[in-house]
């Protein structure tokens, strides 16, 4: 049984419009994450099913998730306030796998989809090269902490008012023109999940893919957030909550 917890909030920033940093206080959270995962987050107000939000960051006895105003819940766990309290179950999930053998990771991210990477970041030692990918300048977020996280962050939009002009994926698919690399880990839009697919399938890197799709329960009970997958194989539907989000990439079928 998944553990539920009511946990503190113990910071809240809102970093750009719209998009809340917060961190509440659990000691058992922050030693059980591992990166990629994430909690299921009872908004309150009149939200009935809890939302998928994941953990951004999580050390001593602090946990760190950061969300973009979407619709009804998102609005509601916005107004939440330091000192609130927020009913959490996690962490949820299956993370990033993080093999020894890798030395030349790269980390690509685009908009929602980077705040999961940060504390893949960290957890590769720093040495990732990154590649974040925003609709705007206004929407660049996290930049600073992921140069600091890096080897080195490359930082992109895709109307080219900030970084390197277009989509990031296309600036992934110019560094590995002139540089090696033995593992890809995205998180972002769909649209960009499946470029990042077929440049780590062209150039035969093995890559590893977080899904973000709609969630009922978060652990496995109400098949909402089944997804095609093709495990040596053989055609059949995964949970992304329990068997995921992080799939490797020959093994799931992006549809959208
Ligand atoms: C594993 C996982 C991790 C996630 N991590 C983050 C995160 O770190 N930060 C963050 O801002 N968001 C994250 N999301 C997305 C977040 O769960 C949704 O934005 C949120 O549930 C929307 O709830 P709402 O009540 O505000 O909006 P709703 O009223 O439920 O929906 C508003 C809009 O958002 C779309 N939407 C709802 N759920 C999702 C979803 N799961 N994926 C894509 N679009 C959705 C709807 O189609 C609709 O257009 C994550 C999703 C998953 C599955
Ligand atoms: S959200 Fe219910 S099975 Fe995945």
């Not at 553990?3 to 959270?29: M, V, W």
């Not at 922050?30 to 990166?35: D, I, S, V, W």
Request: glycine share 10%.
């Amino acid at each position: 049984m998944k553990k539920q917890e009511n946990c503190k909030l113990i910071r809240k920033k809102e970093i750009a419009e719209g998009i809340f940093d917060f961190t509440i206080a659990s000691d058992d959270i922050a030693r059980e994450t591992q990166c990629g995962q994430f909690l299921h987050i009872n908004c309150g107000e009149s939200t009935f099913l809890r939302r998928p939000i994941s953990i951004c960051d999580a050390h001593n006895g602090e946990v760190r998730f950061i969300f973009e105003v979407k619709g009804e819940g998102t609005k509601a766990l916005a107004k939440k306030e330091i000192g609130d309290y927020i009913d959490v179950m996690g962490p949820l999930g299956h993370g990033f796998e993080i093999k020894p053998s890798v030395t030349k990771p790269i980390i690509i991210g685009g908009g929602i989809g980077v705040f999961p990477l940060y504390k893949l970041a960290k957890d590769l030692g720093n040495n990732a090269t990154v590649f974040l990918g925003f609709r705007n300048q206004s929407r660049v977020v996290m930049e600073n902490e992921f140069e600091a996280a890096s080897a080195l962050t490359i930082v992109g939009t895709d109307d080219g008012s900030y970084g390197y002009n277009g989509y990031i994926a296309a600036a992934m698919e110019g560094y590995l023109r002139m540089n090696d690399c033995d593992m890809i880990y995205s998180c972002g839009p769909m649209p960009m999940l499946k470029a990042v697919k077929k440049i780590a399938e062209v150039r035969d890197i093995p890559c590893q893919l977080s899904l973000e799709q709609r969630m009922g329960c978060g652990i496995g009970a109400c098949l909402v957030c089944s997804c095609e997958t093709n495990k040596e194989g053989t055609d059949r539907y995964a949970k992304v909550c329990t068997n995921g989000p992080v799939f490797y990439s020959e093994e799931v079928t992006l549809n959208d």
